[in-house]
């Protein structure tokens, strides 16, 4: 379940960044400071979004998965951001698609084996557009892990 890997002190609300370089570092510095991953981990994610983009339009509503090499990270977890205004990734699979993206889950995966069961289980969650709008409302950390506690609850 996502809400087993994920923290209050690792969701941010209101993101102020307006470009997607800027979100991933403030994203990947909270997953360090949780004690989740290396130093190395937030440039990591930098460089990954732009050789393999993780933009992902959900039915017109935008998200992002970006995630690294499993030699930076220590645990499993995941940090969310909802920023203040959306803001461009490139999407999946693409060079010249772009998705404006209104949640941005950075995901700290260290077991190989584990990254698409990781992936779907968060793709779950993020499924329906009801709960894709509750997130990017959101006001509070404790709203968004709410919100997916709900989700999760609701779908066991």
Same mark, same amino acid.
């Given at each position: ?41 937030? $440039? #990591? *994610? ?7 983009? +993780? ?6 509503? %935008?998200? /992002? ?54 992936? $779907? #289980? *968060? ?7 009801? +709960? ?6 959101? %006001?509070? /950390? ?15």
């Amino acid at each position: 379940m996502i809400i087993e890997r994920l923290d209050p002190s690792r969701i941010r609300v209101g993101m102020a960044g307006t470009s997607r370089d800027d979100l991933l570092r403030e994203l990947g510095t909270a997953l360090v400071e949780g004690g989740l991953c290396k130093e190395s981990y937030p $440039e #990591a *994610l930098v460089g990954r979004e732009a050789q393999s983009p +993780t933009g992902i339009d959900m039915d017109g509503f %935008g998200i /992002a998965i970006p995630h690294t090499d499993v030699s930076h990270v220590l645990s499993p977890g995941i940090a969310v951001g909802i920023p203040a205004s959306p803001v461009r990734f490139t999407a999946m699979g693409t060079d010249d698609e772009f998705v404006d993206a209104r949640i941005v889950c950075a995901l700290a995966i260290d077991d190989p084996g584990a990254h698409l069961d990781f992936i $779907e #289980a *968060l793709l779950a969650v993020l499924r329906d557009r009801a +709960t894709l709008e509750s997130l990017a409302a959101a %006001g509070t /950390a404790g709203e968004v892990m709410d919100i997916i506690r709900a989700k999760e609850e609701a779908a066991s």
